[in-house]
């Protein structure tokens, strides 16, 4: 069964710090991963998705690397903003013709002014 | 206006009542999907639809049924409400198309209270 684990799960860093958020999983049989934000009492917005040949995506000050051999995946945050406070949450794909995604618990993020 | 609705938005119920949520979506998406979430479990999936013939029991959907009405509607009932039951409940879309990149598109969320 996979698990995907999350670590660590509060993080508080001062405003301008890089940071990097960790994801590992326990099958490396992955279609694809998503990291997704989440604010609170709010729904989940997507902010990378990773297919299983890619190596990273980044978006904007974001950047999200995948080693599927190793079962990890990082979510790296460059010159954080008060505004990136939130919940970070990671998910990964079993395969094409299988069932939704699989989460991790969320690490939530404090960026202080 | 959102592209995945959800409603109602809150609801407080009693012990033993039928309570229904609802998804609508105009993403124009096949697949549906049901989550809870939990403080310290995480998201887990409840029930997921392919299309409207095509329903999945997911990881706990004991306690719980699906209806899907149509393309764009995925409703989530709970029979009888137990306060264990006491959760915030997304819905989540997503298209297989060409690429078929599995990426999940989600609502606002419906937080049930269970008394």
């Known amino acids: 069964k996979q698990e995907v684990t999350q670590i660590p799960a509060a993080l508080s860093v001062p405003e301008g710090e890089n940071l990097v958020l960790n994801c590992s999983f326990t099958d490396s049989a992955i279609y694809n991963l998503q990291w997704f934000r989440q604010d609170p009492g709010k729904g989940l917005t997507s902010l990378l998705l990773?297919?299983?040949?890619?190596r990273e995506q980044t978006s904007g000050r974001l950047n999200a690397s995948l080693d599927k051999s190793s079962g990890r995946s990082t979510l790296y945050i460059a010159a954080s903003q008060p505004g990136d406070s939130a919940t970070y949450l990671c998910a990964v794909r079993a395969n094409q013709a299988g069932t939704a995604l699989i989460f991790g618990k969320g690490t939530t993020l404090s960026v202080s002014s | 206006d959102a592209d995945v609705t959800q409603t109602p938005r809150n609801r407080i119920t009693k012990t033993g009542k039928r309570i229904m949520l609802e998804c609508s979506q105009t993403k124009g998406h096949d697949r549906m999907y049901w989550y809870r979430q939990d403080p310290g479990l995480g998201l887990r999936l409840i029930y997921y639809s392919f299309d409207v013939k095509d329903i999945n029991k997911g990881e706990i959907s004991d306690g719980y049924s699906v209806s899907r009405q149509a393309q764009a509607k995925f409703s989530l009932s709970l029979e009888s409400a137990i306060p264990n039951q006491t959760a915030l409940y997304f819905c989540?879309?997503?298209?297989?198309?060409?690429?078929?990149?599995?990426?999940?598109?989600f609502g606002e969320g419906s937080r049930l209270t269970v008394l």
């Open positions: 990773i297919q299983s040949s890619q």
């Open positions: 989540a879309t997503s298209d297989p198309g060409a690429s078929d990149t599995g990426e999940l598109f």
